[in-house]
């Protein structure tokens, strides 16, 4: 009988299910679910960076999006899953009781933001970031970012949780420990309560929480008391070891197997990250850069242990021995924000729409409707239309794409971002194509980190809803780069890499090479650089560079205390 695996890939906006044959990589079925709470704007606060999920909505989510899937799947699929895997985004990390309960899922939290999980996107933690980097390196021990490329990001697991500590003693008073979203959700199905006993992600303690075999795994007691008294003994109530997503972490409890419609023989995976799974899923290869490009990038790369060795990449976010692959070193950059800097420019055309028309007398309400959702729908391909018949030559306007601070290279959530070189003659189009320009510019001054570093790219591989839907912005991003971009056929790329590391974990196949020889989908199309474009955008990266300098230097503004 044909063996099948679930994969599971926990986004911003939404959790995926599908399901795959582990022989030959045919997905049978899927579903999304969307988070209510998150669609309704709760726990969230825009202007001061705050980006909160409620663990119901993951939890909602989970047997949603499962049962959906399994109801879609033919006659005898459910019989024949063997195994579950899951990639969460990250850091996002939750306060938990002894029992591993999220603190928003007690009596008393559950409408209290600091205890639910911190998005990856949430930058209230910036002050508590600069903290640790000036610690790091004056405290007189071991500087513990130097594998997270030298500095560490608000974005992360110590920042986010000293800032909550700080901010809420109801929070500080009732923690046990802290969990990563991507363990959280494998002790949810496998039915493990205990926060010392869960199997913590190479992926997320390495990449985000410092953690490193050199040094004995975590920070150091002495160094966490340096940073904050608040932090004191918390080390000992989070863990020491930390597992490969080709490990199994449990079966399937008797409490979800009910609940899923399966059987407790199923196996689950240690869970992983989106990227470093995506990348799976998108068939990565040695010295390949796998770029999810969506509202954000995150791009992963692999490379032999042996090649890297004790090479440091200064300016990533971070180099990991078994993140990715569990036989390569995983290293890892990406932007703050990609389609997010579209999706911010067309907010800002619709303005008007949303707040004058709405109170026009001379339409009625079925009318303004009618037209706010056309406009909303055509503003971006119109734009794209456009800025297509723009030659690079005329490209006047520059901007940066700072607009959610820069993760890599040098993270550095206090930067802004910055429009230059307008006039009475730039119009919407041509500041778009500046917009999709710099997005284009932030990817390459991360390619061009890694070989300053002397680190080799020998090809880019694209996925993510940006790669799939935007031909125009795909073709800038490979003229602006001067490099051929292969984008991943599967439409659920990321949730079919955990699919694959499932395979694994259940025993159909024996690696991960195994798993995408017989799995992946390959790539539906191929960007090829046009030269004379290339040529242009080389001078005009050079100027971005410039001005990226100036901002940095003249115009960041540092949190306000």
């Known amino acids: 009988m044909d063996k099948y695996t679930i994969g599971i890939d926990y986004g911003t906006d939404s959790v995926r299910t599908i399901i795959v044959n582990a022989g030959n990589g045919e997905e049978v079925a899927n579903a999304v679910f969307e988070y209510p709470r998150w669609k309704e704007g709760k726990y969230c606060v825009p202007s001061k960076n705050q980006f909160r999920h409620h663990p119901l909505d993951y939890q909602e989510g989970l047997e949603s999006s499962v049962r959906q899937a399994l109801e879609q799947a033919p006659n005898g699929v459910a019989e024949n899953v063997v195994a579950i895997s899951i990639d969460t985004t990250g850091s996002t990390p939750v306060a938990v009781d002894r029992s591993s309960t999220p603190l928003a899922m007690k009596e008393g939290f559950s409408e209290n933001p600091n205890a639910m999980f911190v998005l990856w996107k949430d930058h209230t933690a910036v002050k508590e970031a600069d903290e640790i980097n000036e610690l790091a390196v004056s405290w007189g021990g071991e500087d513990y970012t130097k594998y997270e490329g030298g500095i560490y990001s608000s974005e992360w697991f110590w920042a986010k949780i000293l800032h909550v500590l700080r901010e809420d003693e109801t929070i500080r008073d009732q923690a046990y420990s802290w969990v990563e979203l991507c363990d959280w959700i494998p002790a949810l199905l496998t039915g493990v309560n205990d926060p010392h006993q869960l199997m913590r992600s190479r992926c997320a303690a390495g990449h985000k ?142 303005w008007p729409i949303n ?36 030659p690079v030559e005329e490209s006047t306007v520059l901007a940066l794409d700072w607009l959610n601070g820069r993760r890599t290279p040098d993270a550095n959530q206090n930067l802004k971002a910055a429009i230059a070189g307008l006039s009475l003659g730039s119009d919407a189009p041509r500041i778009f194509k500046a917009l999709v320009e710099s997005t284009a510019f932030g990817s390459k001054a991360i390619v061009e980190r890694f070989r300053e570093q002397g680190t080799r790219i020998d090809g880019i591989i694209a996925l993510g809803g940006v790669a799939k839907k935007s031909p125009f912005v795909m073709q800038v991003l490979s003229d602006v780069l001067n490099m051929p971009i292969k984008v991943a056929k599967s439409e659920q790329t990321t949730a079919l890499g955990s699919a694959m590391a499932a395979s694994v974990v259940g025993g159909v196949n024996e690696s991960f090479g195994e798993a995408q020889a017989k799995m992946g989908k390959g790539f539906d199309r191929e960007y090829h650089p046009d030269s004379h474009n290339a040529g242009q955008y080389e001078e005009l990266y050079q100027q971005y560079i410039k001005l990226g300098r100036f901002v940095e230097k003249e115009l960041t503004q540092a949190p306000r205390k």
């Not at 959702?373 to 055509?378: G, R």
Request: glycine share 10%.
């Open 209 to 350: 929480a410092m953690w490193h075999e050199s040094w004995g795994g975590l920070p150091s007691e002495e160094f966490l008391v340096k940073l904050d008294p608040l932090l004191q003994g918390l080390r000992d109530r989070l863990y020491e070891e930390t597992y490969t997503s080709d490990i199994q972490f449990g079966n399937l409890s008797q409490e979800w197997a009910e609940k899923l419609g399966l059987s407790t023989e199923i196996s689950v995976g240690v869970g992983a990250f989106d990227a470093h799974l995506g990348a799976i899923g998108g068939e990565i290869e040695p010295y390949y850069l796998s770029k999810i490009v969506g509202t954000s990038t995150c791009d992963v790369m692999i490379a032999p242990r042996e090649e890297i060795a004790d090479k440091l990449i200064e300016g990533i976010a971070g180099q990991v021995d078994g993140s990715v692959a569990p036989d390569m070193v995983g290293l890892e950059a990406g932007q703050s924000a990609f389609g997010d800097v579209y999706a911010w420019f067309k907010d800002m055309l619709m």
């Open 355 to 390: 707040n004058i028309l709405q109170q026009s007398t001379s339409l009625d309400e079925q009318s303004k409707l009618k037209l706010t959702e056309e406009l909303s729908e055509q503003i971006i391909p119109r734009l794209t239309r456009e800025a297509k018949k723009i």
